[in-house]
Every structure is written in structure tokens, then in C-alpha cells.
């Protein structure tokens, strides 16, 4: 190891990868994690992004840099799985055209978010989504290499949600962000769930290389299966890192009502994506197997 090399939590070769067992693949989850595995596997770029905002700050340059690290292992780890169940699919050609569709500036000289405590509470928001949705899918699903990665990945994204989190409290000193621009920030990187980084990824690792790009379309494909293995328990320990990082008490009445409203909304989202996954499914002449639903 080279020094100051970010250390890890586990490395890929502790994946019991001979466990991989093809009759327990639920084949709807395939396409989730093709398109998973790139978005985690550009971790990279994210990095370079977050050290040019934060140029002046070395702790946070380094934290930025242990974080992409064990990203791109999210991103491996999640692409040799899918090669396994689908073993036609070439991960680093559909990463290839994922990078040269869809790039970020990695120059930025300031936050997006019009803040540093902005891009902290951002990188929070990020965080928690990946950290909720690990679960689910790990819970869900019964093969047990992809359980067993989804459990690794889940216990990093939310140690990556208290790394963003307490560097947002010591930006927050100095910056003091009110509370309404804190929950226009964490309420807009959520909505920020169907821009092109997800449905462009979903694109690349599931559709040709000469087929149209169009975000609708694939947002709808993969939203359409990905909302299926939520629980209610996981939207509420959602709603409580998002309470905590806006300053709000994560657990109580208001805490409670905001999860059965997020239930409510993650419903009927997904079964509209569903209805229209089914619909352009039918103008093909395919028919889309159920995903266990709630």
C-alpha cells in the first residue's frame, strides 16, 4: 500500500463471489444494477468536483478523496456482479459510453449549490438516498453475492453520510445558512433523483449503443423497477439523516408525518413509472415481469 493511500473497509476479493447462485437472480434487478455500477464507478470525477470547490481545505480534499475510492469499489463490485448474471454485458464498454455522454465540471471553482454547507448538505442528500436504496434492494433480493454487496455498499453510504454530515456542521458555523435555504438545497438534490446522471447510466448499461438516448424513457425503466423494493421502514430512516441534515429533530410527530407523506409520493410515483414501463413494454410486444411490490 502506497502512503496515505485511502484505506478501505473491505476490498473486493472478500466478496464471496463463488456463492453466486443464478436460480435466486431476480432478473428485474439486473438492469438496476448495470445502471448503478456506473453512476458509483464515475465516483472519480465527483471527487475532483468536491477537491476544486473545497481547494483550500486539505481535510476535507483528502476525506473527498477516501470517499471516491471506495466508491469506484461500489462501482466494480456492483459491475463484475452483473456481468455474472448477465454475461454478454461488458461493464467498462457501457462505462465508456457513459463517460463520454455525461460529464461533469470538475474544474468548478464554487459550489453549484451556491455554498459550501450547500454542497455539504447536497452530498447528504446523496448519501442518504444510496444508503436507503442499498438496503432495500439488499433486503429484497435472494441471491447472496448481491445481498452480501448491497449490505458492504449500504454500511459505507451511510459512514459517507456522517463524513459529509459533520464537515457540513463545521461549514455551517462559519457560513450560517438559514434554515429555509438548508431545506431548498436538500429538497432540490432530491428532486435532482430523475436528471440525466441515472437515466443516462440506465441507458449505457441497458440499451444498444445505436439506440436514442431519451431521459423520459429511461427514468421511467429504471424508477419503474427501483421503487418496487421499497419498505416503509426504509423511507423513514430516509427522513430521519434528511431531518438531521437540515437541522430538524430526526425522529417525532413531524418526522413521522413527513415519512407517510414520502410513502404516499414514492406510491403513486411508482406506479406511474410502472404504468408507463408496462405501456412501452406493450408497444414492443415484451411483457415486463412483476417486481415484488408493497
Known sequence: ?????????????QVCWDSFDPSRLDPQMVPLVKAAAMVERNGDDYALYLQSVFSDDPDFRQAAA?????????????????????????????????????????????????????????RCMVETGTSSYYTALGEATAEPVLKQICRLIAADEYRHFKLFYDHMRRYLRRENLSFPQRLKVAAGRIGESEDDELAFAYHCGNESPGAFYQRDRCIAAYMGRAMCYYRVHHIERGM??????????????????????????LVWRRDRYRTALTRAADARGQAIPEAAAA
Open 1 to 13: 500500500r502506497r502512503p496515505g493511500w485511502p484505506m478501505k473497509h473491505w476490498r473486493l476479493d
Open 66 to 122: 477516501n470517499w471516491a475510492t471506495e466508491e469506484v469499489q461500489h462501482g466494480e463490485a456492483l459491475g463484475r456482479w452483473a456481468m455474472l448474471a448477465d454475461p454478454s454485458w461488458d461493464f467498462e464498454a457501457a462505462f465508456a459510453r457513459y463517460r463520454a455522454g455525461y460529464r461533469i465540471d470538475v474544474k468548478a471553482d464554487s459550489s453549484i449549490r451556491g455554498s459550501r454547507t450547500g454542497e455539504l448538505i447536497a
Open 240 to 265: 430521519a439523516m434528511v431531518f438531521k441534515s437540515v437541522g430538524l429533530q430526526p425522529h417525532g410527530r413531524l418526522a413521522g408525518l413527513a415519512t407517510s407523506a414520502a410513502w404516499r409520493l
